[in-house]
T-cell receptor, first 112, second 113 residues
Framework: QQQVKQSPQSLIVQKGGISIINCAYE??????FPWYQQFPGKGPALLIA?????SEKKEGRFTISFNKSAKQFSLHIMDSQPGDSATYFC???????????FGSGTKLNVKP | ETGVTQTPRHLVMGMTNKKSLKCEQH?????MYWYKQSAKKPLELMFV???????ENNSVPSRFSPECPNSSHLFLHLHTLQPEDSALYLC????????????FGSGTRLTVV
């Protein structure tokens, strides 16, 4: 059973547009929700993370929205740029598990 | 560099070969992980080490054998692999609690022929 479900699998956005990637989780024990960004030939890198005590976290053009009751969280990339083209992974965890459960990834292509 | 270094970056091996992947971190982290990344699949956790002790083996076939001699180094020994084992193998480390996030290496691209 996949603990974290991510959609869409791929996304094409025009430069300057908003990219939105969604994730849903199963386990209510999760209390840490990071997003990772992966460029070709590189390992994933932590982009932004949120804990369930807040509904939104913003860092520059990147925002996480969190809906605890729906068990969903999403990544919004404002003013998307071609340099944002990468694969994005959501994840969920708790210190009780000592590991992350990852979504299946979204390949984002921002067209110039 | 992220602070987690993996070598080699690319590896081609035959099904009867024995090879090893190496991971090194100088971040002072206490936990290290091996992940397998295949095309169109979620990241698959393989092994977890905390303070050099293996704390999780995620039903990984015995042809993959991990070794963690100290908190800074992690190896993955490979023998008699199958073509379906071709993938990107990622090493990650964390301070000891996952709620500080992982730091990943750039991975080893493994091709089994």
């Amino acid at each position: 059973q996949q603990q974290v479900k991510q959609s869409p699998q791929s996304l094409i956005v025009q430069k300057g547009g908003i990219s939105i990637i969604n994730c849903a989780y199963e386990n209510t024990a999760f209390d840490y929700f990071p997003w990772y960004q992966q460029f070709p030939g590189k390992g994933p890198a932590l982009l932004i993370a949120i804990r369930p005590d807040v509904s939104e976290k913003k860092e520059g053009r990147f925002t996480i929205s969190f809906n605890k009751s729906a068990k969903q969280f999403s990544l919004h990339i404002m003013d998307s740029q071609p340099g944002d083209s990468a694969t994005y992974f959501c994840a969920a965890s708790s210190n009780n598990f000592n590991k992350f459960y990852f979504g299946s990834g979204t390949k984002l292509n921002v067209k110039p | 560099e992220t602070g987690v270094t993996q070598t080699p970056r690319h590896l081609v091996m035959g099904m009867t070969n024995k090879k090893s992947l190496k991971c090194e971190q100088h971040l002072g982290h206490n936990a290290m992980y091996w992940y397998k990344q295949s095309a169109k699949k979620p990241l698959e956790l393989m092994f977890v080490y905390n303070f050099k002790e293996q704390t999780e083996n995620n039903s990984v076939p015995s042809r993959f054998s991990p070794e963690c001699p100290n908190s800074s180094h992690l190896f993955l020994h490979l023998h008699t692999l199958q073509p379906e084992d071709s993938a990107l193998y990622l090493c990650a480390s964390s301070p000891g609690g996952v709620n500080y996030g992982y730091t990943f290496g750039s991975g080893t691209r493994l091709t089994v022929v």
